[in-house]
Structure formats: C-alpha cells, structure tokens
T-cell receptor, first 115, second 112 residues
Framework: GAVVSQHPSWVICKSGTSVKIECRSLDFQATTMFWYRQFPKQSLMLMATSNEGSKATYEQGVEKDKFLINHASLTLSTLTVTSAHPEDSSFYIC???????????FGPGTRLLVL | AQSVTQPDIHITVSEGASLELRCNYSYGATPYLFWYVQSPGQGLQLLLKYFSGDTLVQGIKGFEAEFKRSQSSFNLRKPSVHWSDAAEYFCAVAPRAQKLVFGQGTRLTINP
C-alpha cells in the first residue's frame, strides 16, 4: 500500500516550452501533496504544498507563476513548469500525505532536462 | 524553527558490519520522526517512523531506530549491512501533521 507514482520519469524539452508532471496516489487518498526539487548530492527542497480543491502554498523564493500546481482530485496533483529554461533542469519529487495527516509517501521522481 | 542535523555526510562500512546513522533534531516538543532511503535516481522510500509509544521502532529491510528524548536523537541502526543498503539516508521530522524538515542526508557506501 501507499504507492505514489509520477509521470513522466524523464523529460527533455527545449527552452521556452512548458512541461507538466503528474503525481498520483494509487491506493490512498491524499488531501495534501507536496512538490520538492532536489539538486545533485543535496537534500530535498520543498517548493510548494498542494491541497485538494484550493490554491497551492509556495515556499519563499519559488515563483508561483513559473511552477503552476493543480490539485484537482484526492489522488492527482500536477506541476507545470512554464517557459522552462536550462536552470530549471532538476529532479522533481512529489509526495502525498495520507488522510490521517501523519506520513508522506514519495513518488519516484521526474528528471527534467531543459536544452 | 525546527531543524534536523545528520552529522555524517558520508559513511563507509564493510558488508556484514553493523551500522548506525545519527540524527538530531531541534524542536520544542516531540515531533513525528522519519527515516527515508533514496537510491540513486529514485524517490524516497519510508524505512520507519515514530509518533509515540515504544521508543525502539522496527522498520523495513531490517532497520530499526531509537528515539531518545533526552538527546533529541533518532538514530538509525542495522546489525548487519548488505551491499544493497548502499544509498542516501534522510532523517526527517514534522511537527504534528505539518511539512517535513529534512536533514542533509548521509551517503552510505558498502565495502565488499
């Protein structure tokens, strides 16, 4: 149980294009999902907290117009990187918190490369 | 603000040897405590968690962790490591049902 999937696992895109990453909780409902970014050999950096049916809460320094988050259902949250640039290249990981609000389960991550 | 310290950036142990990864946190009350493991290029897998009760917690893959309130520590242990345990290990804490705060991670290398 408690499986979180992400799609795609790898994406390469041209500078200026937009990329959408999906995060799904497969066997549980998640009122809250989180989006993280991870640079090589570093810990996870929280980008935003996504609550089902409401606007996401972004961490300080994260551009909400660049990283659009939608959490339309209890099992799906999406992150759209708009007008991507090479500096947006990174490993993006989502997590979903169970409805008891105690544990976050992580997806396998999406590696984004912007050329 | 709460913080998590993993003092060891990199640890190398021989296969079959015992392992202890350290984690200290700073928070006024006892938060929820977690250990996650990340293999290269992968997401994080939950090893174990502590909310309350017995301070010795058993997890998956033969790992255990002990919560020590007096030391604000939550160290991860395994009596005998396997080559497949080589990975990055993250300690994390969360005040009740709030966002996780991660340590910087400890990279574990296993010598054959």
């Amino acid at each position: 149980g408690a499986v979180v999937s992400q799609h795609p696992s790898w994406v390469i895109c041209k500078s200026g294009t937009s990329v959408k990453i999906e995060c799904r909780s497969l066997d549980f409902q998640a009122t809250t999902m989180f989006w993280y970014r991870q640079f090589p050999k570093q810990s996870l950096m929280l980008m935003a907290t996504s609550n089902e049916g409401s606007k996401a809460t972004y961490e300080q320094g994260v551009e909400k117009d660049k990283f659009l988050i939608n959490h339309a259902s209890l099992t799906l949250s999406t992150l759209t990187v708009t007008s991507a640039h090479p500096e947006d290249s990174s490993f993006y990981i989502c997590s979903a918190r169970d409805t008891q609000g105690e544990t976050q389960y992580f997806g396998p991550g999406t590696r984004l490369l912007v050329l | 603000a709460q913080s998590v310290t993993q003092p060891d950036i990199h640890i190398t142990v021989s296969e079959g040897a015992s392992l202890e990864l350290r984690c200290n946190y700073s928070y006024g009350a006892t938060p929820y405590l977690f250990w996650y493991v990340q293999s290269p290029g992968q997401g994080l897998q939950l090893l174990l968690k502590y909310f309350s009760g017995d301070t010795l917690v058993q997890g998956i893959k033969g790992f255990e962790a002990e919560f020590k309130r007096s030391q604000s520590s939550f160290n991860l242990r395994k009596p005998s490591v396997h080559w497949s345990d080589a990975a990055e290990y993250f300690c994390a804490v969360a005040p009740r049902a709030q966002k996780l705060v991660f340590g910087q991670g400890t990279r574990l290398t296993i010598n054959p």
